[in-house]
């Protein structure tokens, strides 16, 4: 079995998006870093793998995972790989907050306003279908992705926390004023029942959003 998850980078001043295209080929104590930015215009900021600090940027992601025959269905979660780059912070020094960029994804997201004013927060959720599908109409439950947080050297516990696709939108975190939040997500496939073989594919988005 053999199982791809690609997550995409998107950023917008006003509002932000990243997209995720998993698909299957049928065959901790979580931490994070939390930054203070100075105080300006309004905007909300987001990357989900490869990234430019503040700037659009469309590269899409992959993370898969092949599936031996022989454990295909047994239940033994499978570790998902990434070919991701993105390594270093978007933001401060150039911190190396994911030092194997070929099994983690970094995802950031900040929200700035001037002093006093609203709304206080912004937040971060991600949406995914109920199910992966294959060319030929099969379906894995979405269900079956999930993922644990990590970031080099940073004391915070998981700002954005540890989870598994719901197949529906989920909340992830509150980004506070004037804050930038960021992790790696390590991805895995449940591998919980057999499946028909195939190539298993659906697109999972990331907002940021500030009313």
């Known amino acids: 079995m053999k199982a791809h998850f690609v997550p ?13 295209l998993l698909a299957v080929l049928q065959a901790d104590v979580a931490h994070a870093w939390s930054l203070n930015l100075s105080p300006a215009t309004r905007r909300v900021f987001l990357h989900v793998g490869n990234g430019t600090a503040n700037q659009d940027n469309s590269t899409v992601n992959l993370v898969q995972v092949s ?4 454990q295909v269905g047994n239940g033994v979660a499978q570790a998902m790989a990434s070919n991701s780059t993105q390594s270093t912070s978007l933001y401060g020094d150039g911190y190396t907050t994911c030092p194997t960029p070929s099994t983690q994804v970094m995802v950031g997201a900040s929200y700035q306003r ?22 030929a109409g099969d379906t894995i439950p979405f269900s ?20 598994t696709f719901s197949g529906t939108a989920q909340t992830l975190a509150t980004v506070p004023a004037n ?12 591998n919980s029942a057999l499946r028909a073989a195939g ?13």
């Open 114 to 135: 001037n002093n006093n004013s609203s709304p206080a927060s912004a937040t971060l959720r991600v949406t995914s279908p109920a199910s992966l599908v294959s060319a």
């Open 8 to 20: 995409a980078r998107l950023s917008h001043l006003a509002a932000s998006a990243g997209v995720l």
């Open 199 to 211: 190539t298993y594919t659906g697109q999972v988005t990331y907002t940021l959003t500030s009313p």
């Open 67 to 70: 599936v031996p025959a022989a």
């Open 179 to 190: 804050t930038y939040i960021e992790n790696c997500h390590t991805f895995s496939y449940a």
């Open 144 to 163: 079956q992705i999930s993922w644990t947080v990590s970031a080099a050297g940073s004391p915070v516990p998981g700002v954005i926390p540890a989870g």
